[in-house]
């Protein structure tokens, strides 16, 4: 099937320094991917649809600045989280859509940032 | 936004009962999908329904979409530790057919 692979799995870094998240989609072009967040025992909560070649789409209240991405090409999508604070500890985890099987979207491994 | 409501949040069930979790929408779906998260671990994709009243099994997991295609649920018959985890359900929602999930249910099995 297909793979998606995420990058860092585990990652601590200092409040106030910016953090990159690589999501690639390994055997498939992927011109749209999404990035989702998800606390602990907690749904995955949408952030953004990532498209390739164009400005990624944030759901409300997800701050753009904050949480830039870059659909850099049609397997590679990245997520920054800039100026972190502790808040912004959790789960982020990326999709992307494989549509000739009726879009059925494949997760990569998720990477867990902390931020002390 | 729109979204899919799951119910119940949490199940807890002794191994060799049978488990089932729910999800609605307010509209028709064109598909729903269905994933299972183990602790620690990223979601997986189970299954997708599409047709109106479609049911698939998967072994001991029994899968329904409803008729009007707004409800779906999942059946886990005679359950094992290994059943253990939390299911969403997720379905193209929103402007760009987004997937939203639904809350989950967590599912703990007492051997």
């Known amino acids: 099937g297909a793979v998606v692979s995420q990058h860092p799995s585990w990652v601590i870094c200092k409040s106030g320094t910016s953090v990159k998240i690589e999501c690639r989609s390994l055997d498939f072009q992927a011109t749209t991917m999404f990035w989702y967040r998800q606390f602990p025992k907690q749904s995955l909560m949408l952030m953004a649809t990532s498209n390739e070649g164009s400005k990624a789409t944030y759901e409300q209240g997800v701050e753009k600045d904050k949480f830039l991405i870059n659909h850099a090409s049609l397997t590679l999508s990245t997520l920054t989280v800039t100026s972190a604070h502790p808040e912004d500890s959790s789960f982020y985890i990326c999709?992307?859509?494989?549509?000739?099987?009726?879009?059925?979207?494949?997760f990569g491994e998720g990477s867990w940032l902390t931020v002390v | 936004g729109q979204q899919v409501m799951q119910i119940p949040q949490y199940q807890h069930v002794q191994e060799g009962e049978d488990f089932t979790t729910y999800c609605n929408s307010s509209?028709?779906?064109?598909?729903i999908q269905w994933y299972k998260q183990r602790p620690g671990g990223h979601p997986v994709f189970l299954i997708q329904?599409?047709?109106?009243?479609e049911v698939k099994k998967q072994k001991r997991l029994t899968f329904q979409f409803g008729e009007a295609k707004k409800n779906s649920s999942l059946h886990i018959t005679a359950t094992q530790t290994t059943d253990v985890g939390t299911y969403f359900c997720a379905a193209p929602l929103g402007d760009n057919n987004d997937m939203r999930f639904g809350a989950g249910t967590r599912l703990t099995v007492k051997p």
């Open positions: 329904l599409v047709k109106s009243g």
């Open positions: 509209t028709t779906l064109s598909n």
């Open positions: 999709s992307a859509g494989r549509r000739q099987q009726g879009n059925t979207i494949y």
